[in-house]
């Protein structure tokens, strides 16, 4: 079997086309990061002040940050690079090596996924500036530019036909109600996961859903606010239909206590339903796209949301808030034009 090449160095280049093994590796344990902390006076080895790192940002970063750093610092190509290059402890790590392992990596992934390295890389350098102990190394890493990426892939959002399609092949019910929640009210599918009986305002006029947090922190959203988000005009009989849903399925599935919207049908150990969980809600995308011939995933839904409402004319500031983004042009970037109105509108102008 033939083997990867190397270099100089005697690193081995990964294949083109080869999948990060690494990429579904668990999330960080905090108690396992705290004991990976160096004894007073050592000289702090890489992966100690990788440790220390994501110790120190426990309380600011997000869960999936965490774990995202681990996977692309401890547990994908970076470390070997390190132990093949000698470079064991954090005092002999210079920018030149960073730029030498982007540049190596480059060749054979993604430029979103040598994004990602090195902006996890350039969080462990100004961590290290900023403590003591640990050194000013990769003092000039912001000199490695960023890799240059595609600004957006179109389509993003569905056609008005997609959507139709999806919410008709959806198996009505459950499924069909997820799919319509995220279309109408642009949740992300974290807040999906996380939204509680309590936090439908279904008899209000409008109706609206509280979003209050999300499947890695039920207190906390992604922006850090609580929002309210609005119903499509398009669904008019959802706040209906998910009344009647609670109903149905209040006595069956909700004996133990749980208060989330939607279930899974998984057990735990006592028989009662697990909240249903983004996983959940990816698998049922993948069905759909088995059913139709439509890609489709839930931020692609979120997107379709964000267009329709565009579309539709509400104001800008109105979809910021609604749909929890920091600024407008986050806005900007989940509107997707349709093609063929686009067309259509331009011709109409120069007739």
Known sequence: MSRPPTDATGYRRPRAGQRDRYSQAPTPDLAELSTAMRQPGAVPTVEEAIHALLRHHATDW??????????????????????????????????????????????????????????????????????????????????????????????????????????????????????????????????????????????????????????????????????????????????????DFLRREDSALRAGGRQEVFLSQVRDGQGRPRPLTPTGVQQLMERLTRQTGIHVSPHMLRHTWATRSVEAGDPVFHLRQAGGWQSIEMVRRYYTADAREMLEAFARAHE
């Open 62 to 243: 997000a869960i999936t940050t965490r774990r995202n750093a681990r996977h692309y610092l401890l547990l994908g190509r970076w470390p070997e690079f390190c132990r093949v290059r000698g470079i064991e402890t954090i005092h002999l790590l210079r920018t030149q090596d960073v730029e030498d392992f982007l540049v190596d990596v480059s060749t054979v992934l993604k430029a979103e996924t040598v994004v990602k390295y090195r902006t996890y890389l350039r969080a462990l350098a100004r961590f290290c500036a900023a403590t003591p102990g640990f050194g000013g190394v990769l003092a000039d890493i912001d000199r490695i530019p960023v890799p240059r990426t595609a600004r957006r892939k179109m389509p993003v959002a569905l056609t008005k036909d997609q959507e139709a399609a999806i919410v008709a092949a959806a198996k009505p019910g459950r499924d069909r109600l997820i799919v319509e929640v995220l279309l109408a009210c642009g949740l992300r599918v974290g807040e999906l996961s996380a939204l509680l009986v309590s936090d439908l305002n279904l008899t209000n006029r409008p109706a609206f859903v509280r979003v209050r947090g999300n499947y890695h922190n039920r207190d906390i959203t992604k922006g850090r606010e609580d929002r309210n988000a609005p119903f499509r005009s398009k669904y008019p009989n959802l706040p209906r239909e998910l009344g």
